[in-house]
């Protein structure tokens, strides 16, 4: 099955500062890597998410970057505010027709003002 | 209003007494599962259904049952909690790839 794997497990930041974070698969079958960010004590919901027929895709002031060869795909968020603190999961899909996620092991986001 | 919903929200409970937890969604959406989360673990799949009466178990199905007897609702049976199920669980919902997450439920079974 997939296997994701997510670095780092805690980060640090400044306010204003660029935060990435960076995931790894194992199937290459998969083909939809979305990202979730979960505040703190609330549910986990979507934030970006991007396909395999994509290299890049942004959204104001976060982006996510694919590379099918290397099988791994990242998240930078530019510009980080306090509000961008929470724990930030990131996932991959096999299988067309498939919605089954393998999910990371998640990382917490801390912003300092 | 879309939503999934999830009842109880918090449950204290003790070994080996049967408990269910409800999932509910308003979206018609298919595809329904369970996750646990526990610190440095991240979210992992407990059970996940396609549709009605079609489940599968995901990565960590020990000790669970779910059903899918409508395509709203999907409960998580606990036959015998035992303190190692001590987590947040979420319940979750999609038609295709994005997935909706209810609000969680904190179980602690002592």
């Known amino acids: 099955g997939e296997n994701v794997e997510q670095h780092p497990s805690t980060l640090s930041v400044q306010e204003g500062d660029s935060a990435v974070i960076k995931c790894t698969y194992s199937?290459?079958?998969?083909?939809?890597f979305p990202w979730y960010k979960q505040e703190l004590g609330k549910r986990p919901q979507l934030i970006i998410d991007i396909r395999s027929n994509v290299g890049e895709k942004k959204d104001q002031r976060i982006a996510v970057t694919l590379n099918k060869t290397a099988k791994h795909f990242s998240l930078h968020i530019t510009e980080t505010q306090p509000e961008d603190s929470a724990v930030y999961f990131c996932?991959?899909?096999?299988?067309?027709?498939?919605?089954?996620?393998?999910f990371g092991r998640g990382t917490s986001l801390i912003v300092h003002p | 209003e879309a939503q999934v919903t999830q009842n109880p929200r918090y449950l204290i409970t003790v070994t080996g007494k049967k408990l269910t937890v409800t999932c509910s969604q308003n979206?018609?959406?298919?595809?329904m599962s369970w996750y646990r989360q526990d610190p440095g673990l991240g979210l992992r799949q407990i059970y996940y259904s396609m549709n009605v009466e079609v489940t599968d178990k995901g990565d960590v199905p020990e000790g669970y049952k779910v059903s899918r007897k409508e395509k709203r609702n999907f409960p998580l049976i606990l036959e015998s909690p035992s303190p190692n199920q001590t987590s947040l669980y979420f319940c979750?919902?999609?038609?295709?790839?994005?997935?909706?997450f209810g609000p969680g439920t904190r179980l602690t079974v002592t």
């Open positions: 199937d290459s079958a998969s083909n939809y």
């Open positions: 979750a919902s999609g038609l295709s790839y994005e997935q909706y």
């Open positions: 979206m018609n959406h298919e595809y």
């Open positions: 996932a991959a899909t096999p299988r067309e027709g498939s919605y089954i996620p393998t």
